[in-house]
C-alpha cells in the first residue's frame, strides 16, 4: 500500500521525468538547428551516410536498422530510444570525414579526451550490465544476437568477439565471457581509434550503452 512518504516522493519522480524530456527535446532541437546550418550532402560526405537529393532523405544502417532521416527537419523513420536518436544526430554533426583506422585498432573510453574523468565511469557501467543481464546467456546465443544486429564475429579476446555497426563509421567491438561457477558474465565495448572524429565521451558513453542493451534485447528474442 501506498504510504504518505511514497505520495511525497511521486510527484518530484514525476517532475524529474519531466525535466528529462524536456533537456531532451532542448538537446534534439539544438542539434536539429545547428545541422540545418550545414548542406545534406556535405554531412553526407563527411559521415558516410547517403543522400538522396531527389527524395531530400539521409538514409544510414545502425545495428542493424535502416534508418531515413527526412531533411530538413531531420526526423528518423524509425522509433529509437531516446538516446539513439540524439547520438545518432549528434553522429551527423560532429562527423569531420576523418578515415577510419583498421577494425583491429581499438581504444577504451579511457583513451578519449575526458576519458580518465568519464571514461571510467562509464565502463564501470557496462560492466554492470553485462553481469546482471547476461548471466544465464551461451557464447551461441551472444554471437547469434552480435550478427542479428548485423554485426560481424572476429577473433578476439574473448568468448565471443563481435564488432557491431552504430554508424557509418563508427564501429563498436564488443568483447563478451560467458558466466561459469566462479565468475559473473564479463564484457568490455571498445570503439575505433579514430572515434572521437565522429562523437564525443558523453555520447560514446551512450552509444556503448545502447550497443549492449541492443544485444541483450536481441539475445531475449532468440
Same mark, same amino acid.
Given at each position: 500500500?501506498?504510504?504518505?512518504?511514497?505520495?511525497?516522493?511521486?510527484?518530484?519522480?514525476?517532475?524529474?521525468?519531466?525535466?528529462?524530456?524536456?533537456?531532451?527535446?532542448?538537446?534534439?532541437?539544438?542539434?536539429?538547428?545547428?545541422?540545418?546550418?550545414?548542406?545534406?550532402? #556535405?554531412? *553526407?560526405?563527411?559521415?558516410?551516410?547517403?543522400?538522396? +537529393?531527389?527524395?531530400?532523405? %539521409? !538514409?544510414?544502417? &545502425?545495428? /542493424?536498422?535502416?534508418?531515413?532521416?527526412?531533411?530538413?527537419?531531420?526526423?528518423?523513420?524509425?522509433?529509437?530510444?531516446?538516446?539513439?536518436?540524439?547520438?545518432?544526430?549528434?553522429?551527423? #554533426?560532429? *562527423?569531420?570525414?576523418?578515415?577510419?583506422?583498421?577494425? +583491429?585498432?581499438?581504444?577504451? %573510453? !579511457?583513451?578519449? &579526451?575526458? /576519458?580518465?574523468?568519464?571514461?571510467?565511469?562509464?565502463?564501470?557501467?557496462?560492466?554492470?550490465?553485462?553481469?546482471?543481464?547476461?548471466?544465464?546467456?551461451?557464447?551461441?546465443?551472444?554471437?547469434?544476437?552480435?550478427?542479428?544486429?548485423?554485426?560481424?564475429?572476429?577473433?578476439?579476446?574473448?568468448?565471443?568477439?563481435?564488432?557491431?555497426?552504430?554508424?557509418?563509421?563508427?564501429?563498436?567491438?564488443?568483447?563478451?565471457?560467458?558466466?561459469?561457477?566462479?565468475?559473473?558474465?564479463?564484457?568490455?565495448?571498445?570503439?575505433?581509434?579514430?572515434?572521437?572524429?565522429?562523437?564525443?565521451?558523453?555520447?560514446?558513453?551512450?552509444?556503448?550503452?545502447?550497443?549492449?542493451?541492443?544485444?541483450?534485447?536481441?539475445?531475449?528474442?532468440?
Amino acid at each position: 500500500m501506498w504510504n504518505r512518504k511514497d505520495q511525497l516522493l511521486q510527484p518530484s519522480l514525476e517532475q524529474k521525468k519531466e525535466q528529462q524530456n524536456r533537456q531532451m527535446d532542448l538537446m534534439l532541437s539544438s542539434v536539429i538547428e545547428r545541422l540545418q546550418k550545414h548542406s545534406p550532402s #556535405e554531412i *553526407a560526405e563527411k559521415s558516410g551516410v547517403v543522400y538522396d +537529393e531527389e527524395k531530400q532523405i %539521409l !538514409t544510414m544502417d &545502425s545495428l /542493424g536498422m535502416q534508418l531515413i532521416i527526412s531533411l530538413p527537419d531531420y526526423t528518423i523513420n524509425q522509433e529509437l530510444e531516446m538516446w539513439h536518436h540524439l547520438t545518432v544526430l549528434q553522429y551527423l #554533426e560532429t *562527423a569531420d570525414g576523418t578515415p577510419m583506422a583498421p577494425l +583491429e585498432q581499438v581504444i577504451s %573510453l !579511457t583513451d578519449l &579526451s575526458g /576519458g580518465l574523468a568519464r571514461g571510467v565511469g562509464f565502463n564501470k557501467d557496462i560492466e554492470t550490465m553485462f553481469a546482471q543481464w547476461f548471466s544465464d546467456v551461451s557464447p551461441e546465443q551472444f554471437a547469434s544476437a552480435c550478427e542479428k544486429l548485423g554485426g560481424t564475429l572476429v577473433k578476439g579476446r574473448g568468448d565471443v568477439s563481435a564488432v557491431l555497426w552504430y554508424a557509418p563509421r563508427y564501429p563498436v567491438t564488443v568483447n563478451f565471457w560467458c558466466a561459469d561457477d566462479e565468475f559473473k558474465a564479463q564484457g568490455k565495448t571498445l570503439l575505433n581509434r579514430e572515434s572521437e572524429h565522429y562523437l564525443t565521451i558523453e555520447a560514446a558513453g551512450g552509444v556503448c550503452s545502447t550497443v549492449v542493451q541492443a544485444i541483450r534485447d536481441a539475445c531475449r528474442s532468440i
